[in-house]
């Protein structure tokens, strides 16, 4: 009997054939959902950046705008005085300012120090007056200053050669972002300041001289809502202000908040009663306020920064708000409030003096001649920067990125739009007149533009 015999035909295995067909069609199969899956994490990733960014977009232009907002904010009102016909037959108020009995306003911190210490034009520079010799108006260009920036300069001049502590633009970790604008903003601080009440009323008063009511002391009391009198700092600057006039004057203060004006010719312009700030009616609501910290400047700019935080690339624009210098001890601060913003655009809308708006850049703004401005300041110094003061609008353009470079964007995908160029359409990166290359940006990235357009209390006729 044969040692071999023939197994029934369903206990056979498979064929080398069957089993090299098998692992093809199975390789196939898994080829096909490793690139499904790729292709839908290639997406989800997209979708999530672009969430982000959207998200990240409509917050940078909400902050910015509560702050434009308010630019220029004063006590009670920002205009005053009696109607001027423009020349379009408009009526046009006169443009409220405080009278300013100090000789620092500008200037860097110090005792007695100027509270306009952060990205200010200097006295004397280029067209701008020098410094007064006697109280003078406060002059428009110093509620608003916007500066616009290529990648080479910035006009009408270089935020960082002003009165200035923010970074030079360039390529390396924490300098400012190339191509991007810089506009600094004033306005006093809404929730600040002590009231100034009647006679046998608790609270905030003033002492006068007997002979010409020139203000000798102001003793401060805090009252409900009010800020602590430790605020008010020796060597400030202060601000007594009503909702008709406001005056800034040099000052000691005591511990306990006694505001001493001061009389000389240092810090001042002399004790004659001309040099000196005068008394207001308790009827007329007036409050003292320590401008230094109560007169808000705030600073828009570009920083860029590592999107890792270790200091390397990929980078990206981060988005800051500079308040007083930065200065913690005078009510300021430096704060990163969103990352992934590579292009900042201003255009201000300007009403000059026969009532129509036109949107101009900073460097038109600053260059206006006096004849295009409606009225301004009482007593004006200079008409030289007049239309900062005459600026109703602020259209503000972000350019935002996902941070992250996505190697999987190709074409149409890296194209996008930044209406701040004048662009007719979707351009690849290469194509736009700021490159994300010239300023330190990798291309691979999504990029969505942002814009809004801010009423601002700058001036409101």
Same mark, same amino acid.
């Given at each position: ?29 898994? @080829? ?5 899956? !790729? ?31 308010? @630019? ?39 005792? =007695? ?54 970074? @030079?633009?360039?390529? !390396? ?64 600057? &202060? ?26 010719? #240092? ?21 003292? &306020?320590?401008?230094?910290?109560? &007169? ?8 860029? =920064? ?9 980078? #990206? ?10 200065? !913690? ?11 992934? =913003?590579?292009?900042?655009? &201003?255009?201000?809308?300007?009403? %000059?003096?026969?009532?129509?708006? +036109? ?37 503000? +353009? ?22 701040? %160029? ?40």
């Amino acid at each position: 009997m044969s040692a071999f015999r023939m197994l029934p035909r369903h206990s056979r295995g498979f064929t080398l054939i069957e089993l090299m067909v098998a692992m093809v069609l199975g390789l196939l199969v898994a @080829a096909g959902i490793v690139t499904v899956f !790729a292709s839908t994490s290639s997406s989800n990733k997209a979708q999530n950046q672009l969430a982000q960014l959207q998200e990240a977009g409509r917050f940078a232009v909400t902050r910015m705008g509560t702050d434009l907002r308010m @630019a220029n904010g004063q006590y009670c009102t920002n205009t005053g005085g009696v109607a001027k016909i423009g020349t379009g037959g408009n009526a046009l108020d006169h443009i409220r300012a405080p009278k300013v009995y100090a000789k620092n306003l500008i200037g860097a911190a110090g005792a =007695v120090s100027g509270a306009f210490g952060d990205v200010t034009t200097a006295w004397g520079a280029g067209s701008y007056p020098a410094a007064p010799a006697a109280p003078y108006t406060m002059p428009s260009f110093l509620f608003m200053r916007g500066y616009e920036c290529t990648l080479t300069a910035c006009t009408p001049v270089d935020p960082n050669t002003t009165i200035s502590t923010i970074p @030079a633009m360039g390529t !390396a970790i924490n300098n400012r972002v190339k191509g991007a604008d810089v506009l600094t903003v004033r306005y006093v601080n809404p929730a600040a300041g002590w009231a100034i009440v009647p006679a046998g009323v608790t609270g905030s008063t003033l002492a006068t001289s007997s002979s010409a009511a020139t203000i000798t002391s102001i003793t401060l009391v805090q009252r409900t809502g009010e800020p602590p009198v430790s605020n008010a700092a020796n060597g400030d600057l &202060f601000m007594l202000a009503d909702c008709s006039n406001a005056q800034i004057f040099p000052a000691t203060a005591s511990s306990v908040g006694v505001i001493t004006p001061l009389a000389n010719t #240092t810090d001042g312009f002399g004790t004659g009663a001309a040099n000196l700030p005068t008394a207001q009616e308790p009827e007329s609501a007036p409050k003292v &306020f320590d401008v230094n910290r109560d &007169f808000q400047t705030v600073t828009y700019y570009l920083k860029l =920064v590592s999107v890792n935080n270790d200091g390397n690339a990929p980078f #990206t624009g981060a988005l800051i708000r500079r308040v007083n210098g930065g200065t !913690a001890g005078r009510g300021g601060s430096e704060d990163e409030l969103v990352r992934g =913003v590579e292009r900042l655009d &201003f255009r201000y809308g300007v009403q %000059d003096n026969t009532g129509k708006t +036109s949107f101009l850049t900073a460097a038109q703004v600053d260059a206006a001649p006096a004849a295009s401005c409606p009225p301004a300041e009482l007593n004006a110094i200079t008409a030289t920067g007049c239309l900062w003061r005459s600026i109703k609008s602020i259209e503000v +353009s972000l350019l935002m990125d996902g941070q992250t470079p996505l190697y999987t964007l190709t074409g149409n995908q890296l194209n996008y739009r930044y209406s701040a %160029d004048a662009n007719t359409g979707l351009l690849a990166p290469s194509g736009h007149a700021i490159k994300p290359s010239d300023q330190g940006f990798p291309d691979q990235l999504l990029r969505r533009e942002f814009s809004v357009l801010v009423p601002v209390r700058n001036y409101n006729p």
